[in-house]
Each structure stands twice: as structure tokens, then as C-alpha cells.
Nanobody, 124 residues
Framework: QVQLVESGGGLVQTGGSLRLSCAAS????????MGWFRQAPGKEREFVAA????????YYIDSVKGRFTISRDNAQNTVYLQMNSLKPEDTAVYYC?????????????????WGQGTQVTVSS
């Protein structure tokens, strides 16, 4: 079992920044992938970013490249999503996810465990 707890969401103006955290516990993370997804009202959950726990390779959806940075703290078993230059279209509930190594890191089905989500609202 893996437990994931997100924090750091909130309300911010366009152009502002937020840092999301995902604290993970319950299993060693070597060989796994951690991902961030988001879901806006009326839309499907979409991939945002992912990081390989071993090696630290990162992946991003095109719309956040250059604005968002995913990182990890191995000692704290925590994954972060630094979000800069936020736009109203970034408004969504953001979810942290944990799954085995997969080349399909952008699919929700590639992840077995999910956090409860944290709301990010960007006002115009």
C-alpha cells in the first residue's frame, strides 16, 4: 500500500506561483514513477508532469513546459510541483499519483495509487 497526501493548493492571481507537495509513505519508491494530474470541472483528468524516482527523468505536458517543474526529495519521500506564471486555464484539482515504471506515464491507468487532490484556482 502507498499513501499519498497532497498540499499547497490555493487561490492565486494570473502570473502568480504555487508549489504543490505530495508526501508519500508505505513503500520504497525505487523503480517507480510519480505523476501529477489535474482535472477541471466537466473535463477528463489530464497528465501534467511525471518523474522517475530512480534517475529523476522528468516529463511534462506541452502546455506547462517552461512554467512548471516537478522534483523529488528522496530523503523525505516527497514530490513537488513548482508552478510559475500561472494562467486561468491551469485552474483544476491537482492529483498526485504513484505507479510502476511505464513508458505510458501520461495515462491515468499507469498509476495504482492516488492522493485526495488539492484545488488550484487562478483568477484573471
Amino acid at each position: 500500500q502507498v499513501q499519498l497526501v497532497e498540499s499547497g493548493g490555493g487561490l492565486v492571481q494570473t502570473g502568480g506561483s504555487l508549489r504543490l507537495s505530495c508526501a508519500a509513505s508505505g513503500r520504497t519508491f525505487s523503480g517507480y514513477t510519480m505523476g501529477w494530474f489535474r482535472q477541471a470541472p466537466g473535463k477528463e483528468r489530464e497528465f501534467v508532469a511525471a518523474i522517475r524516482w530512480s534517475g529523476g527523468r522528468t516529463y511534462y505536458i506541452d502546455s506547462v513546459k517552461g512554467r512548471f517543474t516537478i522534483s523529488r526529495d528522496n530523503a523525505q519521500n516527497t514530490v513537488y510541483l513548482q508552478m510559475n506564471s500561472l494562467k486561468p486555464e491551469d485552474t483544476a484539482v491537482y492529483y498526485c499519483a504513484h505507479g510502476p515504471y511505464s513508458n505510458s506515464y501520461y495515462y491515468t491507468n499507469s498509476y495504482n495509487y492516488w492522493g485526495q487532490g488539492t484545488q488550484v484556482t487562478v483568477s484573471s
